[in-house]
């Protein structure tokens, strides 16, 4: 399906109409995206219900990963706290993790009772495996705000590819690589902008 055109900048920016849409907006992210929200919350939020623009998104999502705790969880707390202050933070977060929680909850206990069982294993499997696929195009669609950092695409593809090595060959903390690689991309980008 085609990404929706942008706004023109003279209509008003779509946000949510109440508290009660933002908790059932997070919750129908959550159940959408179990065990890999991350495509789906960047399909909702920013090409069907644009609450946020690409840029936003990935500025948000930045924050969120190096906060504590699910990045998710973090990403809706930003999202409404933008939109209804401390209300909307809480109503976010409740919409991200009540109805969830039940769901981990009986699957916990049904786990617990079939475990065992080679075809329950087999279908755990298949489950990572989509996760993994959902997970990885939505990197090759956030590759294409890239283009338009202010830094040239020689220099952030190269932080972009040790990013994937130091995380997924070395698996070096995460830490560590925030801390060298986004020192060294903050860095390179102010001395851009500053220039």
């Known amino acids: 399906m085609p990404s929706p055109s942008p706004l023109p900048p003279d209509l008003p920016r779509p946000q949510p109409a109440s508290l ?5 907006s997070f919750t129908w992210l959550a159940l959408q995206g179990f065990g890999g929200v991350l495509a789906v919350i960047q399909r909702e939020m920013v090409e069907r219900k644009r609450w946020l623009t690409q840029e936003e998104f990935l500025e ?4 969120a990963q190096i906060m504590p705790g699910p990045n998710v969880v973090n990403l809706s707390l930003m999202v409404g706290g933008r939109y209804f202050g ?4 809480l109503t976010a977060l409740a919409g991200m993790l009540a109805v969830p929680l039940v769901i981990v909850l009986v699957l916990g206990v049904l786990y617990t009772r079939f475990g065992d069982n ?10 990572a495996a989509v996760s993994a696929g959902m997970i990885a195009a939505t990197g090759v669609k956030l590759a294409a705000a890239l283009g338009k950092h202010p830094l040239p695409l020689w220099l952030t593809l190269p932080l972009v590819v040790l990013g994937v090595l130091m995380v997924a ?3 070096w903390p995460l830490l560590y690589i925030l801390l060298g690689l986004g020192g060294i991309g903050c860095l390179l980008t102010y001395r851009k902008l500053a220039a």
């Open 86 to 89: 401390l209300k909307g933070a």
């Open 169 to 171: 060959v070395f698996r």
């Open 118 to 127: 080679a075809h329950m294993a087999g279908a755990l499997r298949g489950m």
């Open 60 to 63: 948000d999502w930045a924050v």
């Open 20 to 24: 009660a849409d933002l908790f059932f």
